[in-house]
Nanobody
């Protein structure tokens, strides 16, 4: 089992920044890919970004490219999502997720492990 715990959400004004953290524990060798998803009220969960623990790859949704940056701290088993120039449409619950292989990154059903989510609210 892999346990994922997110932190760092909150309420910010548009144009400001937040950094989310996702701490992984347990059988982390089963989770070579870490992703961030978000879900706004009444909407489906959508892919935001992904990073590999061992492969030097990152991927982003078009809606966040240039504003969000995903990074990792391998010794700490922690993944970060730096969110800059936040917009009201970024408001959602943000989830950290883990999967084993670098494919089908955009599909939430491919991720076997999920955190509990952290709320991000951006006011205009």
């Amino acid at each position: 089992q892999v346990q994922l715990v997110e932190s760092g959400g909150g309420l910010v004004q548009a144009g400001n920044s937040l950094r989310l953290s996702c701490a992984a524990s347990g059988r982390t060798f089963n989770s070579d890919v870490m992703g961030w998803f978000r879900q706004a009220p009444g909407k489906e969960r959508e892919f935001v970004a992904a990073i590999g623990w061992t492969v030097r790859h990152t991927a982003y949704a078009d809606s966040v490219k240039g504003r969000f940056t995903i990074s990792k701290d391998n010794p700490k088993n922690t993944v970060y999502l730096q969110m800059n120039d936040l917009k009201p449409e970024d408001t959602a619950v943000y989830y950290c997720a883990a999967k084993t292989t670098w494919n089908n990154l955009w599909s939430s059903t491919q991720y076997g492990y999920w955190g509990q989510g952290t709320q991000v609210t951006v006011s205009s």
